[in-house]
């Protein structure tokens, strides 16, 4: 079935550094990848919708220069958290929906970021 | 706008007991609607989907009916084991987005 591989699935970093975080499709070719954020206990949060070689959509709310969304392949999309502050520790997840436009996100495993 | 509501947890249950999770929507198009489930540290599984009203997903011995008059899709199994321990989400997909219910998580006691 539809992978999709996260990486890192944790990092720690200092305050005022930026962090990157890799989203690939392995074995299909993805369109639209979707960034979330969960916060402990909740549900996810939609931050936004990258687009194959368009600019990102961001949600209201939320910081397009303070998460960095790149799309530039079909099967790779990057997160970066710029200027991290410890508010901005969290758990990111990605998806992922195949070209063939199927109506499943398949996931990643997300990535816990702790900014100290 | 679109939302869904999910009971609140934790659900904690005895093995072999009958399980439902509550799920209610509010779309403005005609959503799809799908179970999710996390297990810790991990990002989501998909467990069950339904396109249409009236139509019932299954997968592992969950079941969920799409029910358009109740606007509801609640998640059942008939009996429950310690392996289902997890957190389960509600979501829907109306046009191009996903909107995901807060999760529930359900603990099982041998």
């Known amino acids: 079935g539809a992978v999709v591989s996260q990486h890192p699935s944790w990092v720690i970093c200092k305050s005022g550094t930026s962090v990157k975080i890799e989203c690939r499709s392995l074995?299909?070719?993805?369109?639209?990848m979707f960034w979330y954020r969960q916060f402990p206990k909740q549900s996810l949060m939609l931050m936004a919708t990258s687009n194959e070689g368009s600019k990102a959509t961001y949600e209201q709310g939320v910081e397009k220069d303070k998460f960095l969304i790149n799309h530039a392949s079909l099967t790779l999309s990057t997160l970066t958290v710029t200027s991290a502050h410890p508010e901005d520790s969290s758990f990111y997840i990605c998806s992922a929906r195949d070209r063939s436009g199927a109506n499943v996100l398949t996931f990643g495993a997300g990535s816990r970021l702790t900014v100290l | 706008g679109d939302s869904v509501t999910q009971m609140e947890g934790p659900v904690t249950l005895s093995e072999e007991a009958f399980l439902t999770i509550n799920c209610t929507y509010t779309?403005?198009?005609?959503?799809?609607l799908f179970w999710y489930v996390q297990y810790p540290g991990e990002g989501l599984q998909l467990l069950l989907k339904?396109?249409?009203?009236?139509d019932k997903g299954s997968n592992k011995g969950f079941e969920a009916t799409y029910r358009k008059e109740t606007t509801s899709f609640h998640l059942e199994k008939g009996s429950v084991q310690v392996s289902d321990s997890s957190v389960y989400f509600c979501a829907l997909r109306d046009f191009n987005k996903f909107y995901f219910g807060s999760g529930t998580k359900l603990n099982v006691k041998p």
């Open positions: 339904a396109t249409k009203a009236d």
């Open positions: 074995d299909f070719q993805a369109t639209t």
């Open positions: 779309a403005t198009g005609y959503p799809s």
